[in-house]
């Protein structure tokens, strides 16, 4: 049976590039995932005197679920669609993203950082990108958190779309943290 | 020869691959955006179709809600 692959080189977890190569060999599958592509940009307290910024238009990963996710809504679904991946969650995990996870692991469920809708969700017409955007108020201190995720539900659960990993930062109360997922399809 | 980077522009023909370029782009061409997003004054939610060029440095626009526009 043919198959197609796609082979793109990674510079580490969550990095996808643009030199892909397509060949047809047997019984292969699809390797990563370039038809959906995201960038995340996070920053802390940002517009504040001591803002820093923990990534900028970072590469992010999709999940195996969220590939499948996707799919059940384009292709598989035989009633009405599922939520959009549209809320955001963050860990202090140091495991890094991977696309094999079903969870965000150990994430935080507690003073400020809990998961959220964004609060910006913005699709330009005529274009392949949509913006979600989510800025977390502290209410307590969080340290070393550094990674951040999207799903398709607000309670802890549901399916994770999207991961991305950013330097590490302690967060205090009332210290804010802006997170941007700049996301295209097709 | 369809566009075949990472961010594309089907309206004005265009396509790039970073978000730079395409933020740079975003400020040159009227698009239209809708969705929902805080007031930037007051923090309500607001649902917004917007057209125009964005010059905010970011892939949205930043909105106000009617009450904070009329004040």
């Known amino acids: ?186 | 020869m369809g566009l075949d980077k990472t961010f594309k522009d089907f309206v004005n023909d265009f396509s790039c691959d970073t978000l730079d370029q395409w933020i740079e782009h975003l400020a040159t061409v009227e698009l239209t955006y809708t969705g929902n997003s805080a007031c930037v004054t007051c923090g309500d939610n607001v649902e917004f179709s917007w057209t125009g060029k964005l010059k905010n440095g970011k892939t949205y626009p930043q909105v106000l809600c009617g009450g904070c526009k009329s004040q």
């Open chain 1, 1 to 186: 049976m043919w198959g197609l692959q796609i082979t793109m080189s990674c510079d580490d977890h969550t990095a996808q590039n643009d030199s892909a190569s397509v060949e047809a060999i047997f019984g292969s599958a699809i390797k990563d995932n370039a038809v959906v592509k995201g960038y995340v940009t996070i920053i802390k307290n940002e517009g504040k005197k001591d803002e820093q910024v923990l990534c900028r238009n970072k590469p992010n990963l999709l999940t195996n679920n969220g590939r499948d996710y996707a799919i059940a809504q384009f292709y598989t679904n035989t009633t009405a669609g599922g939520v959009g991946m549209n809320f955001i969650a963050l860990t202090s995990d140091s495991s890094g993203a991977d696309a094999t996870d079903t969870t965000l692991p150990s994430e935080i469920t507690t003073n400020g950082l809990e998961r959220a809708l964004a609060t910006t969700i913005s699709h330009s017409t005529g274009t392949n990108s949509t913006t979600l955007n989510k800025i977390f108020t502290a209410s307590g201190t969080h340290t070393a958190v550094q990674m951040s995720g999207t799903f398709n539900q607000l309670a802890v659960g549901g399916t994770i779309g999207h991961e991305a990993t950013f330097v590490a930062v302690t967060l205090s109360s009332s210290d804010t943290l802006s997170v941007t997922w700049t996301l295209t399809l097709g």
